[in-house]
């Protein structure tokens, strides 16, 4: 499957089987009609032990890529989680930011050219100027060695109110003004906060270099949310709707179907389901990639 089938839509590590190594995931991938996988690296010891890879360990990942002809073009960096860039803690910014280095480096190595960036300034703790600064300096950093290095760095729509749209992201491009600091909208996340997505869109779209397509739950006056785990066609996300509104736009850039099926009784028809499902919704909102 080359990355250049239209239309691409790539699939979201966590979606596959657990424990399975690349050339299977890249395999799996293949078979079940998907252009590329997404990576992650999140706050878990295993997964963020993949920055410290070996040579050897990153030769064989690439000899999965040409073997197999699926891509890894991105990584969804979500180890901010745990060590915030916004931390009001000096140890755990320097964490952060020695993460963010080992991301980029991990990057130029295997030939990713997208590292997806969580938008929080702190996450399980409670934020404040000083964590905004924090985080704002962090990024300034980080598009800084991304940009000596020719890897992009985009921003997630997040499920937290600091990055929850297109609109917050430009606010914070204005302030880090460089081509390689870009955002990667969840439509899942930007509807459930109840923004207009056609807006939203219309409005960041020179800066968009990928969307996430999951479904999601709107917050309520009583209700925080559902920001994963929603089963396509159950939540509020009008698909056909921002594919006919990209289709508008002219948008000709990857998807990624994000899904946390890896524990499913059987993961794999769980991808091939939600493929076949949403070149449905394209097809319904008369996107045409080409």
């Not at 909208?185 to 779209?205: H, M, R």
């Amino acid at each position: 499957m080359k990355f250049l089938d239209a239309p691409p839509i790539g699939i979201y590590e966590k979606a596959m089987p657990k424990g399975s190594d690349w050339p299977v995931k890249l395999k799996t991938a293949r078979d079940a009609g998907y252009s590329f996988v997404e990576m992650s690296v999140d706050e878990t010891d295993e997964r963020l032990a993949r920055l410290d890879w070996t040579r050897n360990q990153r030769k064989d990942l690439i000899n999965g890529v040409l073997d197999t002809g699926v891509p890894i073009p991105s990584i969804c960096l979500s180890g901010h989680r745990r060590f915030p860039l916004g931390s009001e803690n000096q140890d755990e910014r320097e964490t952060a930011l020695g993460i963010m280095r080992k991301a980029i480096e991990l990057a130029v190595d295997l030939g990713i050219r997208n590292i997806q960036l969580a938008g929080y300034d702190v996450y399980y703790t409670s934020g404040n100027a000083e964590t905004r600064k924090n985080f704002l300096d962090g990024l300034k950093q980080a598009v800084s060695w991304a940009s000596k290095s020719q890897v992009m760095l985009s921003m997630e729509i997040m499920d937290h109110p600091l990055m929850n749209s297109i609109s917050r992201f430009l606010e914070y491009a204005d302030k880090i003004p460089s081509p390689w600091f870009t955002v990667y909208p969840d439509v899942g996340n930007l509807s459930a906060w109840g923004y207009d997505v056609e807006s939203e869109f219309t409005k960041g779209f020179h800066k968009i270099v990928a969307v996430h397509l999951k479904d999601t739950k709107a917050v309520t006056g009583v209700f925080g949310g559902q920001f994963k785990e929603v089963p396509f066609g159950e939540g509020c996300v009008d698909f056909p709707h921002l594919f006919s509104v990209l289709n508008r736009l002219g948008y000709k850039g990857p998807f990624v179907i994000e899904m946390w099926t890896e524990k499913a009784g059987d993961p794999i028809a769980e991808i091939r389901k939600a493929r076949e499902w949403m070149l449905k919704q394209m097809k319904r909102g008369g996107y045409s990639p080409l």
